[in-house]
């Protein structure tokens, strides 16, 4: 055999060899490393928060339609007090079916030693709209005489910040009351709301801060309210 034949020889031995090497690797490997796995996709509905509407809402057909409040959602003892002030101020009782695609909110603030306050922030089709009352008397004692009564139309802009206020409070979710914090003198707010047949109504005793606190004080902003915070204190 001369020395081109065993060059050639040697060079196809070591191609076969090679191939067979790298096919016993790889049926090796196959066998002892663990196959890859491709990431689990997360749920869609994972992803999405749970909706806080309709939350701890009822249904607006109470038992006396003539009653500002269901016994069921505000204490007894306090539905005679919110009701007179609502009375001195001709509101009517939120629990009314208005129709499909009626929105309303009502911000109620009663005040121990000041005017009695009400800003209803309502929404019919494409229409935004808010009203503001006031009254003579004190919000811990009696209403007295009604001396402020102006409506405006809101913008959808207006409307769509107090609406996200409110997401930012999870308010439909919110308990009705929160017995573990009251006192003698201080102020209620409270905010009622109707929207897709369903009622809901959140009393709290003065705020210090956080998101049900500054959605009712944007309420206030938008009504146009005169407040001289020097006799008058945001409490």
């Known amino acids: 055999m001369n020395r081109l034949s065993i060059k050639l020889f040697i060079a196809v031995l070591t191609f076969t060899l090679g ?11 196959h066998w002892t490393t663990a196959p890859s796995t491709v990431p689990a996709v997360a749920d869609p509905l994972e ?5 806080c509407y ?18 069921s959602v505000v204490s007894p003892s306090r539905v005679d007090w919110y009701s007179k002030h609502l009375t001195a101020m001709n509101e009517p009782a939120m629990h009314s079916d208005e129709g499909d695609g009626f929105e309303s ?3 109620l603030w009663l005040r121990s030693f000041h005017h009695p306050v009400v800003v209803r922030i309502w929404k019919s089709g494409g229409n ?4 503001v009352k006031q009254t003579s008397g004190a919000g811990g004692y009696e209403p007295g005489q009604l001396i402020i ?16 206020l409110l997401d930012q409070t999870c308010y439909w979710a919110l308990p009705s009351e929160d017995e573990n914090i009251e006192g003698n003198d201080g102020a209620q ?39 001289d915070t020097s006799t008058e204190p945001i409490y």
């Open 19 to 29: 191939c067979a090497v790298s096919t016993i690797y790889r049926l090796a490997n």
């Open 128 to 131: 935004h709209v808010l009203l």
């Open 189 to 227: 707010w409270i905010l009622e709301s109707v929207k897709g047949g369903r009622y809901h109504v959140v009393d709290r005793w003065s705020p210090n801060g956080g998101p049900y606190r500054e959605a009712c004080l944007y309420a206030l902003k938008l009504s146009e309210l005169k407040i």
């Open 105 to 107: 909110y009502r911000f």
């Open 54 to 71: 309709p939350g701890r809402s009822i249904s607006i057909q109470f038992p006396n339609t003539s009653s500002y409040f269901s016994p």
């Open 149 to 164: 009564d102006r409506t405006r139309t809101l913008t959808a802009e207006e409307w769509s910040e107090f609406i996200r």
């Open 47 to 51: 992803l999405v928060p749970l909706a």
